[in-house]
């Protein structure tokens, strides 16, 4: 009880002084980019000018410019990888026409040296605020609930621009929970974690990430044992760095030798032609070094819902679902090797301090990436941060008491 309110004073002072430090900085342009991307992906965009959020996206990004020039010390060393990966995120942002890739490298940089839990904690409570008043305005039509029909099923996206995409949040959502709450894991989150799930299923027909979601319980069941009772002490967990490299190789080489009338056929039905499609984008626009503009056409928002309802036929419909294909064929090359490297070498460190909660998640996020193109989207995936910020070791974890909400 004395903690608490210990803590709450020194919350309190802070308000009241308004401390301008490094990790006060990087707070404020972290809430207000993932305001700013939260909103990209409802339909509260049918009342607010795309160039005001990206204004607000830029206004977070000078910010973060401003603590890494002032509130931040280098070694040579980290002054050098820093700039080159900022200057060839910039590089690709003009070829592309894209600038999730180099967001996402500045909140990754610019977060060394802030703790990774609070980073987690903010972001449950802003986007889990943000994905329940978004469902309301939408379950009182305030803003648009798009609803899909599919094989005489109706998908809900519920205020979100498409139905797999309100089940993406639901899931990254669910994979923050879990990072907080890892030492408190136990059959009844599990149970939580199925009804989930199942309600994922009903309404939105998402049925990948009602998977991903579902994949969730064995792999934090296994992590946990590993971190508490020293479970598979040379087993899965201890390779799981790989895990993004190799699921990122399989996807490239399965999209490159695709054929409709090969052994891949009946595992691209099962992803909803999601190999098809990133063949397509390998055939039509190639590889660059640097980054390229790829023009895609998809069934969420306004405008994608139109297209649907027109004919709802694959011709009209082309999107590089998989985040690791996406991720070379748009952002390049050089963005593609730095980001699979960086997190492969991110979790090998989280395996080698034993912290198990961020390896599972790690590899949890590497599934998704397969499948989804959320990778470098913070509405979603806050997990990159990980990279640069301060994390927990596994004696660290072990301390932690009750529930870290």
Same mark, same amino acid.
């Given at each position: 009880m004395e903690i608490q309110k210990k803590r709450l004073r020194e919350a309190i002072n802070d308000i009241i002084t308004i401390r301008v430090d490094a990790r006060s900085i990087y707070?404020?342009?972290?809430?207000?980019?993932?305001?700013?991307?939260?909103?990209k992906t409802t339909m509260i965009t049918d009342y607010l000018s795309a160039h005001i959020l990206n204004y607000g996206a830029y206004f977070s990004m000078g910010i973060l410019a401003f603590k890494w020039l002032f509130f931040s010390k280098f070694t040579k060393r980290q002054l050098i990888i820093e700039l080159a990966v900022l200057l060839f995120a910039g590089l690709s942002w003009l070829k592309s026409g894209d600038p999730l890739g180099f967001y996402m490298a500045a909140l990754v940089i610019t977060a060394r040296g802030q703790n990774f839990k609070e980073i987690i904690k903010w972001y449950v409570i802003l986007a889990t605020v943000m994905l329940a008043?978004?469902?309301?305005?939408?379950?009182?039509?305030?803003?648009?609930?798009?609803s899909y029909l599919r094989a005489a099923h109706i998908r809900y996206a519920f205020g979100i621009?498409?139905?797999?995409?309100?089940?993406?949040?639901?899931?990254?959502?669910?994979?923050?929970?879990?990072?907080?709450?890892?030492?408190?894991?136990?059959? $009844?989150?599990?149970w939580g974690l199925v009804i989930v799930a199942g309600l994922i299923y009903y309404f939105a027909d998402a049925r990948l990430d009602t998977i991903l979601i579902l994949a969730i319980i064995p792999v934090m069941i296994i992590a946990k044992k590993k971190q508490y009772d020293n479970f598979d002490s040379s087993g899965l967990l201890n390779y799981s760095w790989m895990a993004t490299g190799v699921l990122a190789y399989l996807a490239i080489v399965a999209a490159i030798f695709y054929d409709s009338t090969g052994p891949l056929s009946p595992i691209n039905r099962?992803?909803?032609?999601?190999?098809?499609?990133?063949?397509?984008?390998?055939? $039509?626009?190639?590889?660059?070094?640097?980054?390229?503009?790829? $023009?895609?056409?998809?069934?969420?928002?306004?405008?994608?819902? $139109?297209?649907?309802?027109?004919?709802?036929?694959?011709?009209?419909?082309?999107?590089?679902?998989?985040?690791?294909?996406?991720?070379?064929?748009?952002?390049?090359?050089?963005?593609?090797?730095?980001?699979?490297?960086?997190?492969?070498?991110?979790?090998l460190k989280a395996t080698q301090i034993d912290n198990f909660a961020l390896?599972?998640?790690?590899?949890?996020?590497?599934?998704?990436?397969?499948?989804?193109?959320?990778?470098?989207?913070?509405?979603?995936?806050?997990?990159y941060i990980a990279i640069c910020a301060s994390i927990e070791s596994g004696s660290q974890l072990k301390k932690r008491v009750g529930i870290t909400l």
């Open positions: 707070f404020v342009a972290f809430t207000l980019y993932l305001i700013v991307a939260f909103l008043l978004t469902v309301i305005l939408s379950e009182v039509n305030i803003i648009k609930n798009l621009v498409y139905p797999t995409d309100f089940a993406s949040h639901v899931f990254y959502l669910m994979l923050a929970y879990c990072y907080l709450c890892f030492h408190s894991l136990n059959y $009844k989150y599990y099962l992803l909803s032609s999601r190999i098809a499609l990133s063949h397509s984008g390998f055939t $039509k626009y190639g590889v660059s070094i640097i980054g390229q503009k790829v $023009k895609e056409y998809g069934w969420g928002g306004a405008q994608g819902f $139109k297209n649907f309802n027109v004919g709802g036929q694959l011709h009209q419909y082309f999107m590089l679902d998989s985040s690791f294909v996406r991720l070379l064929l748009i952002y390049g090359i050089v963005a593609f090797l730095i980001t699979i490297v960086a997190i492969s070498y991110t979790t390896v599972a998640i790690l590899l949890l996020v590497a599934l998704s990436c397969l499948i989804d193109q959320h990778m470098l989207e913070l509405a979603y995936n806050p997990f």
